[in-house]
């Protein structure tokens, strides 16, 4: 059981480069997330989904683009990376009981845009 | 105004005592409350979730809700060097979307 996975743990864009960050989870969980986190600011939520083939955006969602592919996988994309975007970036996944749910978190990818 | 609000320390304490870390929120419409420990450069993990008003204990960790006071306790009793983390405190607001504090930071000292 490997919990949440995330690829790749490192990367480095260019301004204006574009570039995928994949999570995948085996714990048949209905709802995935991606955070991303910045010093000082915590974990602030970039798009969510609450089952396949749903999205939605959370607070900070400009600038990237989701696709939920299946249940267990769902992605996070810069189309045109900018400065700001620089940070790291956490995959959750939980069951979705209503809000009750613990979210289980990926080990994440940091993320430097140049 | 952010919905989850913790001091970022560092709360400093020795070894052995017993270290109080606290979160307000200003969303009434939350109903669960989370509480994360952050290594730093590891990933968030959950330490204990608490969901009505009073105490929750679980080992050396005690979660206290207040909902009429709009705040969220967590006491760790017998305070290790194991424990010096980032504590995240975490309420779920609307759509059960879950709402980050920005942490605090304990160290617990030799």
């Known amino acids: 059981n490997a919990g949440v996975t995330q690829t790749p743990k490192f990367q480095v864009l260019k301004t204006g480069q574009s570039m995928t960050l994949q999570c995948a989870q085996d714990?048949?969980?209905?709802?995935m997330y991606w955070y991303r986190q910045d010093p000082g600011m915590g974990l602030r939520l970039i798009y969510y989904?609450?089952?396949?083939?749903?999205?939605d955006k959370g607070e900070v969602p400009n600038g990237y683009n989701v696709s939920r592919l299946n249940k267990r996988e769902f992605s996070l994309r810069l189309e045109s990376a900018a400065p700001s975007q620089t940070s790291v970036y956490f995959c959750?996944?939980?069951?979705?009981?209503?809000?009750?749910?613990?979210?289980?978190f990926g080990p994440g990818t940091r993320l430097t845009v140049l | 105004q952010k919905e989850v609000e913790q001091n970022s320390g560092p709360l400093s304490v020795p070894e052995g005592a017993i270290a109080s870390l606290n979160c307000t929120y200003s969303?009434?419409?939350?109903?669960?409350f989370f509480w994360y420990r952050q290594y730093s450069g590891k990933s968030p993990e959950l330490i204990m979730s608490?969901?009505?008003?009073g105490d929750k204990e679980d080992g050396r960790f005690t979660a206290q809700l207040n909902k009429a006071s709009q705040y969220v306790s967590l006491l760790i009793r017998d305070s290790q060097p194991s424990d010096s983390a980032t504590y995240l405190c975490?309420?779920?607001?609307?759509?059960?979307?879950?709402?980050f504090g920005t942490g605090t930071r304990l160290q617990v000292t030799l």
């Open positions: 969303d009434r419409v939350s109903q669960s």
């Open positions: 975490a309420a779920t607001g609307t759509a059960s979307k879950l709402t």
């Open positions: 989904s609450a089952s396949e083939g749903t999205t």
């Open positions: 714990m048949n969980h209905n709802s």
């Open positions: 608490i969901y009505s008003n």
């Open positions: 959750a996944s939980s069951e979705d009981r209503g809000g009750t749910d613990t979210q289980y």
